[in-house]
């Protein structure tokens, strides 16, 4: 099996690398089937798919491909990116476990700069968090099966000054979790979404103040 090298300077933390962990995180996976060391991401916003693939190549200097699973639920053909790379698949699970019940937010990141930490709560937002209507207010959720994951989070988003709490019995097994922000216009100040559905969502329902 031929190994490719990776870009020099791979192994730093940057914000590019920290996106594409809070992404593997949240809609992705890094795992290995025989002798290949698979990173996959699957998601149906173009843009999110635009920054994995720039932010792949950033990183470790490796071209994703694009195939098209049939869904499930909806029997859809929806777009997954994915790369093979023994040399990527090892770095990255020096930084956490990325099972759904297990993940953790890398002790790296919980030790960096805000703008470190501004990027990897976008991507994991684009990824897992929804702007739900309250009424004519709404609220900002993260959801997740992994509670110990989620009081990381909660911890980061104080760091911001952006108030928050936890919530359980989402899912139709009850058995989610999510982080409630109620202030919009701070999360929309202090860190947003990339994804465009979402964004507009936000903005929509936490509209500028009038001066």
Not at 70 to 87: A, D, F, I, Q, W
Not at 118 to 140: H, R, T
Not at 146 to 168: A, D, M, S
């Amino acid at each position: 099996m031929q190994i490719k090298k990776l870009k020099p300077g791979y192994r730093k933390l940057t914000s590019a690398k920290a996106r594409l962990i809070a992404h593997l995180i949240g809609d992705g996976c890094v795992f290995q089937s025989k002798t290949n060391y698979n990173l996959q991401y699957d998601i149906i916003d173009d843009e999110l798919i635009k920054i994995f693939v720039k932010d792949l190549d950033k990183v470790y200097g490796l071209k994703a491909k694009i195939k098209f699973k049939k869904s499930g639920k909806t029997e859809k053909y929806l777009p997954c990116v994915y790369v093979r790379s023994k040399n990527a698949f090892l770095d990255l699970k020096k930084y956490c476990d990325y099972y759904s019940y297990t993940w953790s937010v890398p002790s790296q990141i919980m030790n960096s700069s805000k703008s470190i930490k501004k990027e990897f709560l976008m991507a994991l937002y684009d990824d897992e968090g929804s702007v739900v209507p309250q009424g004519k207010k709404a609220e900002i959720r993260l959801y997740s099966v992994n509670l110990k994951g989620l009081k990381q989070i909660q911890k980061i988003l104080l760091e911001f000054g952006i108030e928050n709490r936890l919530r359980e019995g989402y899912g139709s097994r009850r058995n989610v979790y999510g982080v409630i922000v109620k202030n919009l216009k701070l999360f929309h100040k202090e860190i947003g979404f990339y994804c465009i559905r979402k964004q507009q969502k936000l903005e929509k329902m936490s509209p500028p103040t009038r001066i």
